[in-house]
């Protein structure tokens, strides 16, 4: 596994991340880490790996765009100082845009996200022995709709972003859509976004795998 012994590993994203993790800082197992793909991988590295006591710390928030990210980097991520580092943030920069009413000060244009998100991560970089970034999805089994469209868009940004800067690359959006070929959309996010159990689990499938776990 590429995660070492006694490494921090910080998860940080929106509320597919935050899952009802605990306030101000979440380290340990569920229920701390939440109900979701990060207390999956949390406890999941657990049983496998004992005795590397891998510590995973939740900073997830609910509703966070990458502007957001970018107003608590400094108290969220490197104050923290992670060996590891995983970023799932753009679903809600997307979804903005389609919300009813319009919230047209909250848009965040693709060339912002790009922008911002490459700057967080040219910043912490040079800092962590490791770094994972998750695309943002959208769970339909219609790839020409608007907002899926758009979110594959910005799931490209995050793809060359992981490129240059070498990171991890993990394609959320390929992994629910290998799953959702086969079982209706509501089996693994209702809504199209937040996730079933089993829809964190593709999410903790898809991290653990991209760290050969």
């Not at 569920?30 to 990060?38: E, S």
């Not at 943030?89 to 965040?108: K, L, Q, S, Y």
């Not at 994972?132 to 594959?152: F, G, H, I, K, Q």
């Not at 959006?173 to 079933?196: R, W």
């Amino acid at each position: 596994m590429l995660i070492q012994p006694n490494n921090k590993l910080v998860m940080i994203g929106d509320s597919v991340t935050d899952c009802g993790r605990k306030r101000p800082i979440a380290q340990g197992l569920h229920p701390t880490l939440g109900d979701g793909y990060v207390a999956l991988v949390g406890s999941l590295l657990l049983a496998r790996y004992p005795s590397h006591h891998i510590q995973v710390v939740n900073m997830g928030i609910g509703g966070d765009t990458v502007r957001d990210l970018k107003n608590r980097w400094q108290t969220d991520v490197m104050n923290l100082q992670p060996d590891w580092l995983s970023v799932c943030i753009g679903i809600n920069d997307v979804w903005r845009f389609f919300a009813t009413p319009p919230r047209v000060e909250e848009h965040v244009p693709i060339n912002e996200y790009a922008k911002t998100l490459e700057a967080l991560v040219q910043e912490t970089r040079p800092f962590l022995k490791g770094l994972l970034l998750m695309t943002p999805y959208m769970v339909t089994s219609d790839r020409a709709e608007p907002m899926r469209v758009m979110m594959d868009k910005y799931g490209n940004v995050v793809r060359h972003i992981a490129e240059k800067y070498q990171a991890i690359f993990i394609d959320t959006q390929a992994a629910f859509d290998a799953v959702g070929a086969h079982v209706p959309v509501a089996t693994v996010a209702p809504d199209q976004v937040h996730p079933t159990q089993a829809g964190h689990m593709i999410l903790a499938q898809a991290f653990l795998e991209a760290i050969a776990y």
